[in-house]
T-cell receptor, first 109, second 117 residues
Framework: RKEVEQDPGPFNVPEGATVAFNCTYS??????FFWYRQDCRKEPKLLMS???SGNEDGRFTAQLNRASQYISLLIRDSKLSDSATYLC??????????FGKGTTLSVSS | GAVVSQHPSRVICKSGTSVKIECRSL??????MFWYRQFPKQSLMLMAT?????????EQGVEKDKFLINHASLTLSTLTVTSAHPEDSSFYIC?????????????FGSGTQLSVL
């Protein structure tokens, strides 16, 4: 079983749509959780950290369910510029980040 | 903000040659740097953890004699792919954690696309 699993997609949505990505992780000792965004052949960039209480940053909402070892990302009012691969990332303190395979989003006009 | 410089960004080489990739933190010190590899449509896979002044820690399945890591200073780690073969063709990317910072402060280099002919 892979440490971090995501639905690879692709998700093809029109502008303005709401889209949700899910992720599960296998290591119950994981302590930190993130969503990264990666554009083709570029370095991943931190989108947001994920907290147990859930957190929101503009059109993006992330949630964590430790009991189910499940992380989600919701994007509202999708923009063309949101087209990218979204990486679910977990780690234990002081260790390297473990990346999911990524979910590809394509937003069209 | 903090910047990690990775060089070169693209390398094309013949089979059997060695390729060195540099990862440099420009405005912070990093005792620990990480090297990842990403094949097309795959996730970033951790290859090794580079520790300044000591031996790197390699992930299972990564040959330490083939992927030489040197972290000689608090701002520079290098990855040398020795005797590269076509199956080593991949996107290599480093990341560095500023000393004393939380995990979300991890910074990535811009990556190196290696193509071995």
């Amino acid at each position: 079983r892979k440490e971090v699993e995501q639905d690879p997609g692709p998700f093809n949505v029109p502008e303005g749509a709401t889209v949700a990505f899910n992720c599960t992780y296998s290591n119950s000792a994981s302590q930190s959780f993130f969503w990264y965004r990666q554009d083709c052949r570029k370095e991943p960039k931190l989108l947001m950290s994920v907290y147990s209480s859930g957190n929101e940053d503009g059109r993006f909402t992330a949630q964590l369910n430790r009991a189910s070892q499940y992380i989600s990302l919701l994007i509202r009012d999708s923009k063309l510029s949101d087209s990218a691969t979204y990486l679910c990332v977990v780690n234990q303190a002081g260790t390297a980040l473990i990346f999911g395979k990524g979910t590809t989003l394509s937003v069209s006009s | 903000g903090a910047v990690v410089s990775q060089h070169p960004s693209r390398v094309i080489c013949k089979s059997g040659t060695s390729v060195k990739i540099e990862c440099r933190s420009l405005d912070f010190q990093a005792t620990t740097m990480f090297w990842y590899r990403q094949f097309p449509k795959q996730s970033l896979m951790l290859m090794a953890t580079s520790n300044e002044g000591s031996k790197a820690t390699y992930e299972q399945g990564v040959e330490k004699d083939k992927f030489l890591i040197n972290h000689a200073s608090l701002t520079l780690s290098t990855l040398t792919v020795t005797s590269a073969h076509p199956e080593d063709s991949s996107f290599y990317i480093c990341s560095a954690l500023p000393n004393g910072e939380a995990d979300e402060k991890l910074f990535f280099g811009s990556g190196t696309q290696l193509s071995v002919l």
